[in-house]
């Protein structure tokens, strides 16, 4: 929704200008679509990449991405807690050691310009 202001100023003489601003939207909805993407399996202990693709937001765009990576569940951050990569649309992290065998799941956050957010999750990578 775009809102406008309408000012109208008379002076001592009766004489009146009307002014309008540019507008100024207002989002109140959050980006929609978009998904996260890993490789389902992988032999490195130390690190971990993610794709995403296909958020949109049709009134203030997309703003910026945070990641994290869990391993208890889905939608988990006890591994790496959401760190900022701005607009890029993939991220890399290392780590000391990741465990042999076990999965790790990505949670992504895609920001609109007004600040609101959906959060995607991938389906799992495996350390093999």
Known sequence: VVYYVHVKCT???????IETSDGAMV???APMNGS???ARYQVSVTKIKANWSGFVDTETGIASYSWAVGS??????NI???IDVGPRQSALSTFASL???QTYYISLRAFNKAGL?????SSGLKID
Not at 11 to 17: A, E, F, M, P, W
Not at 72 to 77: C, E, N
Not at 117 to 121: D, P
């Open 11 to 17: 002076n001592g003489l009766g004489l009146n200008k």
């Open 27 to 29: 989002d109140l909805t």
């Open 36 to 38: 996260v993407t890993t």
């Open 72 to 77: 208890q569940s889905p939608s988990s951050v």
């Open 80 to 82: 790496q807690q959401f």
């Open 99 to 101: 465990t042999p065998y």
């Open 117 to 121: 957010y959906t959060t995607r999750y």
